[in-house]
């Protein structure tokens, strides 16, 4: 097994992942926030339940997600590029949709 060696500088890419990672500082105010889904009486019991799930997981899904992509960076920078963007989009699509519907 070769020894791998630190990176010593940030690239873009890297700057992009960090960018990714910084929803994870507002995981407490999730934490807090999420009760207040149960308000809501348009949503069901349903909805309630998977969006408090991932009001409480994200941080760890992300980062899950980023060190997957910085692992696939390592062998295949465009297809991670690619992997990064479309992950992004899909969280920040997430994100949107549990603010806007269940804080309504």
Do not use: D
């Not at 940030?10 to 807090?32: D, I, R």
């Not at 349903?46 to 980023?66: C, D, H, K």
């Not at 997957?68 to 699509?93: C, D, E, P």
């Amino acid at each position: 097994m070769k020894k791998q060696k630190m990176p010593m500088e940030f690239t873009p890419f890297t700057w992009a992942l960090a960018g990714f990672c910084v929803p994870v500082l507002l995981w407490p105010l999730a934490l807090l926030i999420s009760p207040n889904l149960g308000k809501n009486p348009y949503l069901t019991e349903w909805q309630v339940t998977w969006m408090s799930i991932f009001l409480w997981i994200y941080p760890l899904a992300l980062g899950i997600i980023a060190r997957m992509i910085y692992r696939l960076y390592q062998t295949n920078a465009q297809a991670a590029k690619r992997v990064l963007a479309i992950s992004a989009v899909v969280f920040h699509a997430i994100l949107v949709y549990v603010a806007a519907v269940g804080f309504n």
